[in-house]
C-alpha cells in the first residue's frame, strides 16, 4: 500500500517539483479491504469500529458481507454445519445474538453454584430453576448448546465449577430435546414406527452427552449388510437381495433361509457377536451404539440389530415378548396364527433357531400361546426400557445407577404415562434422593404428579398422602432455609485438624487416590456407621478428624485422619463430583470454589502452606520435593474407614 502524502509539491533528483496525491486506505479495492479486515488479529470489537470510521469501510463490513462472516467462522467453527453455502444470512446479527448468548449462560451457570451449593449434596440433583432460565432465554437452542460445549472444551484443569453445572445443564437440555422427539415418535402410526430409532432416542436419552445419532448407527448397519451381501454373492450370486437400490421383501422360503444363514456367518462368526453371559446387567448391553461398538448385548438389544439387517435384506422378522428371553419369530407361511408355523430366533444364542417347544426348554418353564405372540414397536421399547429400569434398581445406591433409574422412570412414563407403579417409584425416588424439584417433568410438578396417582388408583391414598405431607414440608423448609456451618481451623475445638481441603491425599491402608472437601473434628457419623466400619479398631477411633474425600474410582468416602497421609505424587482426581468444590487444579493440589472457601475460609492458607511444605521444598541430597513416602500398604479394600 502506498504510503500517505499530504498532497504538497516537493522536488525530485532531477530539480523539478511534481505533485504527488497520497492514496487512502478506503481507496484500495473492496476484495482487498475485505481481506485486510479478514486478518486472525481482528475480533468483533476491531471491525465494530472500523465500520464507525466512514460510510465505505460501513459497507465493506456489510452484516451480510464476508467480513462479519469471517468473524463468525472464525469464532465459533462447530456452527458452520448449520448453515447452508448458497444461503445468505446476516452474519452481523447472527454474531450479536450468538454474542449475547454467550453473556447470558455464562451469567445463569455462574450463579449456580451459588444458588444450589447449600444445598444438601445428592445424586442426580434437579436444578429445574437455571435450566428454566436458560429455556426462557429464547435464544437458538444450538447457540445455547454450543457455548456449554465451548465452556465444556476449554482448559481441562480450570474452571471446573464453571463446566461442572455446564455439563449439568448440557445433559438436560438434550434430555428435554430427545423427549420431545420420543413423544413425537410415539405419535407416529405403528407402521412408520422403526424399532432401531425407537432404541436409538432409548440410547439418546440414557446418554445425552455422547455422539449418538440415527444416522451414524444405520451407517454402521449398512456396512455389516454389505459384508452380509458379500457373503450371500458367494453362495448365490443372483439372489434378489443383491439388486441395488430398495430391497424388497422376499416371498419365498428357501430365499429367506439364505439371507438368514448368511446373517449369521456374517454376525456372529466374521463380527463375533455374542450375547454378554459374564456381565449380563451391565447397562451398556442395553444400548446400541454400545451393542455396535462392543458387539455384544442382552436378548433384545441383540434381536433388534439381527431384526433390523434382516429386513435391510428383504426378510421380515418379528419381535416376540417372550419372558425371560427376547426372541424374533420367522413365519414358513403366510399370516398364520399358530405359533407352530413361525421359527424362532434367538439372537442372543448366536441365531439359534427354535421350536415352539425349544423355547420353553430355554427357560425351563412352560408358557401359554399369548407369549409367543409379536409385539408393537411400543411394547418392545417398554420392554427395553423396563430392563435399564431393573438394573437401576438393583445398582449399588450409587450416583450412576441413580441416574439411570431416573432414566428409565422418565422413558417408561413418557411411553407409558398412566403407568400408578412406576408413578410412584418416581416420586418415592425423589423423596429418598431429597430431591424436590419445581418440576419432575416439562409438564408435572411434583404434586400433580402425587395428585394423579391418587386419580388413577384411589387405593395408593396412603402412600400418596405421605408423600404430599413430605412434600409440603421440604416447600416450606425451603422458605426458612438454614444457613451452612462455617468451619474455622483457628477454633480451639479444631486444633486436632490436620489437613485442609483441596490436598490431594492417599488412603494409607486401602491404597486408594482422594481429594479432601470437608471435615469434621470428630466422626459424626451414626453408630450403626461407627460399628459396621470398625472405627472403634482405629487407633483414635471415632474421637480424631475425620475427612470428607472424593475418591479416585467415583465413590465419596467418609476417613479417618489417621489413615490418610498426603500423596507423595499429587494428580489429578477424576471424579464427577469435582468441580462441585473446585475450581482447578493446580499441578500439587486443588483450589476451592467460592462457595466452599466460605465454609472453610481459613483453609486455603493452610493448603497453600502445606503444598509449600511438601512439594516445593528441596531435600538436600535427593534433589526431590520433601514429602511423604510412597505407601506400600496394601491395596485390599478396607471396611475401617
Not at 516445593?616 to 496394601?634: I, K
Request: aromatic residues 10%; charged residues 20%.
Amino acid at each position: 500500500m502506498a504510503t500517505p502524502c499530504n498532497g504538497e509539491r516537493f522536488s525530485g533528483a532531477n530539480g523539478k517539483s511534481s505533485e504527488t496525491r497520497g492514496k487512502r486506505l478506503t481507496d484500495l479495492p473492496t476484495e482487498v479491504l475485505e481481506y485486510i479486515l479478514c486478518f486472525p488479529v481482528l475480533n468483533h470489537i476491531d471491525i465494530s469500529n472500523v465500520s464507525c470510521c466512514c460510510r465505505r469501510l460501513h459497507d465493506v463490513c456489510d452484516g451480510s458481507g464476508k467480513v462479519w462472516s469471517h468473524q463468525y467462522k472464525l469464532r465459533w467453527p462447530r456452527l458452520q454445519k448449520l448453515y447452508r453455502q448458497n444461503e445468505s444470512y446476516d452474519w452481523q446479527k447472527e454474531y450479536r445474538t450468538r454474542h449475547m448468548v454467550c453473556l447470558q449462560i455464562q451469567r445463569t451457570v455462574v450463579s449456580i453454584s451459588k444458588r444450589f451449593f447449600t444445598e444438601v449434596p445428592c445424586v442426580g440433583q434437579v436444578l429445574g430453576d437455571s435450566f428454566t432460565e436458560i429455556e426462557s432465554l429464547g435464544a437458538p437452542e444450538h447457540f445455547c448448546e454450543d457455548e456449554l460445549l465451548s465452556i465444556l472444551n476449554s482448559d481441562r484443569r480450570k474452571s471446573l465449577t464453571l463446566k461442572y453445572y455446564a455439563k449439568k445443564i448440557l445433559y438436560f437440555l438434550r434430555q428435554q430435546n430427545i423427549l420431545r422427539n420420543l413423544k413425537a415418535f410415539l405419535e407416529r402410526p405403528p407402521g412408520e414406527q422403526s424399532a432401531l430409532e425407537g432404541a436409538v432416542l432409548v440410547d439418546q436419552y440414557c446418554n445425552p452427552l455422547a455422539d449418538v445419532t440415527l444416522e451414524s448407527i444405520s451407517a454402521q448397519l449398512n456396512d455389516i449388510t454389505e459384508k452380509v451381501k458379500k457373503y450371500l454373492r458367494v453362495k448365490n450370486a443372483s439372489h434378489p437381495s443383491l439388486r441395488t437400490g430398495d430391497c424388497m421383501v422376499l416371498e419365498d422360503f428357501e430365499l429367506q433361509r439364505q439371507v438368514i444363514c448368511a446373517l449369521n456367518a456374517v454376525l456372529y462368526d466374521q463380527l463375533q457377536y455374542k450375547g454378554n453371559e459374564c456381565d449380563y446387567y451391565n447397562p451398556l448391553n442395553s444400548y446400541i451404539h454400545q451393542v455396535l461398538l462392543r458387539r455384544t448385548g442382552i436378548p433384545i438389544s441383540l434381536s433388534v440389530l439381527y431384526m433390523m439387517l434382516a429386513r435391510k435384506m428383504g426378510v421380515l422378522l418379528e419381535p416376540v415378548n417372550f419372558p425371560n428371553h427376547f426372541l424374533l419369530r420367522w413365519c414358513q407361511r403366510q399370516a398364520s396364527d399358530d405359533i407352530y408355523d413361525y421359527v424362532y430366533i434367538d439372537a442372543f444364542g448366536k441365531g439359534k433357531q427354535l421350536t415352539a417347544k425349544e423355547c420353553e426348554y430355554l427357560i425351563r418353564q412352560q408358557v401359554t400361546a399369548d407369549y409367543y405372540s409379536s409385539i408393537s414397536t411400543n411394547e418392545l421399547l417398554l420392554r427395553m426400557v423396563g430392563n435399564l429400569l431393573n438394573i437401576g434398581k438393583r445398582g449399588e445406591g450409587n450416583e450412576k445407577s441413580y441416574q439411570l433409574l431416573r432414566d428409565s422412570l422418565d422413558l417408561y412414563l413418557t411411553i407409558d404415562p398412566d403407568n400408578v407403579q412406576y408413578l410412584l417409584l418416581q416420586a418415592r425416588l425423589y423423596f429418598h434422593l431429597g430431591i424436590w424439584p419445581e418440576k419432575v417433568s416439562t409438564v408435572l410438578t411434583v404434586l400433580d404428579i402425587l395428585q394423579h396417582i391418587q386419580a388413577l388408583d384411589p387405593s395408593q391414598h396412603g402412600a400418596v398422602g405421605y408423600l404430599v405431607q413430605h412434600t409440603l414440608e421440604h416447600i416450606q423448609h425451603k422458605r426458612h432455609p438454614i444457613e451452612p456451618e462455617v468451619k474455622r481451623r483457628s477454633a480451639p475445638e479444631h486444633s486436632q485438624v490436620q489437613y485442609s481441603v483441596g490436598l490431594v491425599m492417599k488412603h494409607k491402608r486401602s491404597g486408594y487416590n482422594c481429594v479432601i472437601y470437608g471435615w469434621d473434628p470428630k466422626c459424626t457419623m451414626s453408630q450403626e456407621w461407627i460399628t459396621t466400619m470398625r472405627v472403634h479398631q482405629l487407633s483414635n477411633g471415632a474421637n480424631q478428624p475425620f475427612y470428607n474425600v472424593l475418591v479416585q474410582d467415583g465413590t465419596c468416602r467418609y476417613a479417618a485422619q489417621e489413615n490418610l497421609e498426603p500423596h507423595s505424587a499429587p494428580l489429578e482426581i477424576a471424579h464427577p463430583e469435582v468441580g462441585r468444590y473446585f475450581t482447578e487444579f493446580a499441578d500439587t493440589h486443588y483450589i476451592a470454589n467460592e462457595e466452599l472457601q466460605t465454609r472453610y475460609p481459613e483453609d486455603t492458607v493452610e493448603t497453600q502452606r502445606a503444598v509449600l511444605e511438601l512439594y516445593h521444598t528441596q531435600t538436600p541430597n535427593s534433589g526431590h520435593p520433601a514429602g511423604p513416602g510412597t505407601d506400600h500398604h496394601s491395596q485390599n479394600a478396607s471396611m475401617a474407614p
